[in-house]
């Protein structure tokens, strides 16, 4: 580990660990050592604001701020060591270990440009450090989010596949992203081709769960979709890892009567045309173009917990449908955080939930606990951050059934 500040002229300082004591992150020592040899220093947080007046910190690209619950207390210093940093360009990485959701959201509004939990998810460091640098070169991360141009012409007659929390906190988000990864990702040989749409225009956090940028473009296709191709279709999208790719909400908060049944429809088959399977990520609020997905899915995942709040919707929601004569039999009933196998108590609940209100519930998913979290949070699927995850796993089980499930019936036509 660099003890302090390196003097060597032939190793300047790129870098360096902030924190009250570094042996308490010995796994961010072994990264920084990985990603940044001997050219990193670690400083205590008074330190720090002493050494950004130095010669030796013109050099540095950034600071890795790492703090636990017990540095709560200080969350003043931490903001003035991240504005000073950042007066001087240096980027802030916030490494983060017990720290409230309120104290982390207050350091990453002074200007934390990235945030890893501890213990850090295998090569996490190194892609904030990549995802820091491509930021200073626009060149770079432009190049990271391109699309794959689409094909004029084509017409696969995808399925879509639709995801919607009748409640707020249910996990759809985390559903949608995580099933159109694990269908990306379904086959060894040759996986099909996924497209996520986020129809949620005013809260949508797709972008967010695998640290994507909201384009300009989605505004503008969106509001005319009528002069909607494939080039400009295709210039909305940005592609994750090359094996997704994804229309994030527009970058503003726009109101969900923006577009119109006939603009969903539109976004809809022209998805369908290029995609093996689109999948849809809801708003919550039913609107004027809600009846439109709901016609074009093949399934409707609809997204509840086992609590009050959650029957109340569903509930609703059945009563909405069928009071317009619209097919609620499209719609899958899918329990998050369902109880374990050995919990008969709440196992009798479900029932009873289910029989109440007269629906079926045919998907029950387990709680993915902390993991599911951190992995939005730092921007990756649960098939990267916590592959062996309950949840992910259930939901890799669902993505299989479904390409089996498509499979066979295009081998049957």
Same mark, same amino acid.
């Given at each position: 580990?660099?003890?302090?500040?390196?003097?060597?002229?032939?190793?300047?300082?790129?870098?360096?660990? *902030?924190?009250?004591?570094?042996?308490?992150?010995?796994?961010?020592?072994?990264?920084?050592?990985?990603?940044?040899?001997?050219? $990193?220093?670690? !400083?205590?947080?008074?330190?720090?604001?002493?050494?950004?007046?130095?010669?030796?910190?013109?050099?540095?690209?950034?600071?890795?701020?790492?703090?636990?619950?017990?540095?709560?207390?200080?969350?003043?210093? =931490?903001?003035?060591?991240?504005?000073?940093? +950042?007066?001087?360009?240096?980027?802030?990485?916030?490494?983060?270990?017990?720290?409230?959701?309120?104290?982390?959201?207050?350091?990453?509004? #002074?200007?934390?440009?990235?945030?890893?939990?501890?213990?850090?998810?295998?090569?996490?460091?190194?892609?904030?450090?990549?995802?820091?640098?491509?930021?200073?070169?626009?060149?770079?991360?432009?190049?990271?989010?391109?699309?794959?141009?689409?094909?004029?012409?084509?017409?696969?007659?995808?399925? %879509?596949?639709? %995801?919607?929390?009748?409640?707020?906190?249910?996990?759809?988000?985390?559903?949608?992203?995580? !099933?159109? $990864?694990?269908?990306?990702? *379904?086959?060894?040989?040759?996986?099909?081709?996924?497209?996520?749409? @986020?129809?949620?225009?005013?809260?949508?956090?797709?972008?967010?769960?695998?640290?994507?940028?909201?384009?300009?473009?989605?505004?503008?296709?969106?509001?005319?979709?009528?002069? =909607?191709?494939?080039?400009?279709?295709?210039?909305?999208?940005?592609?994750?890892?090359?094996?997704?790719?994804?229309?994030?909400?527009?970058?503003?908060?726009?109101?969900?009567?923006?577009?119109?049944?006939?603009?969903?429809?539109?976004?809809?088959?022209?998805?369908?045309?290029?995609?093996?399977? *689109?999948?849809? @990520?809801?708003? +919550?609020?039913? *609107?004027?173009?809600?009846?439109?997905?709901?016609?074009?899915?093949?399934?409707?995942?609809? =997204?509840?917990?086992?609590?009050?709040?959650?029957?109340?919707?569903?509930?609703?929601?059945?009563?909405?449908?069928?009071?317009?004569?619209?097919?609620?039999?499209?719609?899958?009933?899918?329990?998050? #955080?369902?109880?374990?196998?050995?919990?008969?108590?709440?196992?009798?609940?479900? +029932?009873? =939930?289910?029989?109440?209100?007269?629906?079926?519930?045919?998907?029950?998913?387990?709680?993915?606990? +902390?993991?599911?979290?951190?992995?939005?949070?730092?921007?990756?699927?649960?098939?990267?951050?916590?592959?062996?995850?309950?949840?992910?796993?259930?939901?890799?089980?669902?993505?299989?059934?479904?390409?089996?499930?498509?499979?066979?019936?295009?081998?049957?036509?």
């Amino acid at each position: 580990m660099s003890s302090g500040i390196p003097q060597s002229e032939t190793a300047p300082i790129l870098a360096c660990t *902030v924190s009250r004591d570094v042996q308490n992150f010995d796994l961010l020592i072994e990264d920084m050592e990985a990603a940044m040899g001997e050219s $990193w220093g670690d !400083l205590g947080f008074a330190e720090a604001l002493a050494f950004f007046g130095q010669p030796e910190a013109e050099t540095l690209e950034f600071i890795a701020l790492a703090l636990d619950g017990d540095d709560e207390d200080n969350l003043v210093l =931490m903001g003035e060591i991240i504005t000073q940093a +950042k007066a001087r360009d240096i980027g802030v990485i916030l490494i983060a270990e017990d720290v409230t959701p309120a104290s982390l959201h207050q350091l990453l509004r #002074k200007g934390g440009d990235e945030f890893v939990p501890y213990p850090l998810p295998e090569q996490e460091l190194q892609l904030a450090i990549n995802r820091l640098r491509s930021k200073e070169d626009p060149q770079v991360a432009q190049g990271q989010t391109n699309s794959a141009p689409l094909n004029t012409g084509t017409s696969k007659e995808g399925a %879509v596949i639709v %995801v919607h929390g009748l409640a707020g906190g249910v996990g759809s988000t985390t559903m949608a992203v995580n !099933l159109a $990864w694990e269908l990306a990702n *379904v086959a060894r040989d040759e996986s099909p081709s996924v497209c996520l749409l @986020d129809f949620d225009l005013q809260h949508g956090s797709v972008s967010t769960y695998l640290d994507l940028p909201r384009r300009e473009a989605v505004f503008e296709m969106l509001t005319d979709t009528e002069n =909607m191709d494939d080039e400009v279709f295709g210039q909305a999208l940005v592609s994750y890892e090359d094996r997704l790719q994804v229309l994030t909400a527009p970058s503003d908060m726009v109101p969900l009567d923006l577009v119109t049944p006939q603009d969903i429809d539109r976004v809809i088959e022209l998805a369908r045309a290029h995609f093996d399977f *689109v999948v849809i @990520d809801m708003p +919550k609020t039913l *609107v004027q173009w809600s009846e439109t997905v709901l016609q074009a899915a093949h399934v409707y995942f609809a =997204m509840i917990e086992l609590d009050m709040r959650s029957a109340q919707n569903a509930l609703r929601m059945k009563r909405a449908l069928q009071s317009e004569d619209l097919p609620f039999n499209k719609l899958r009933f899918a329990l998050n #955080k369902a109880p374990k196998f050995t919990d008969l108590s709440g196992k009798s609940r479900v +029932k009873r =939930m289910a029989e109440s209100l007269g629906i079926s519930i045919e998907l029950q998913l387990p709680d993915g606990g +902390k993991a599911v979290t951190q992995g939005g949070d730092h921007g990756q699927p649960l098939a990267t951050s916590a592959s062996k995850n309950p949840l992910r796993r259930e939901i890799a089980k669902l993505a299989q059934s479904i390409h089996e499930l498509g499979t066979g019936e295009a081998e049957a036509a």
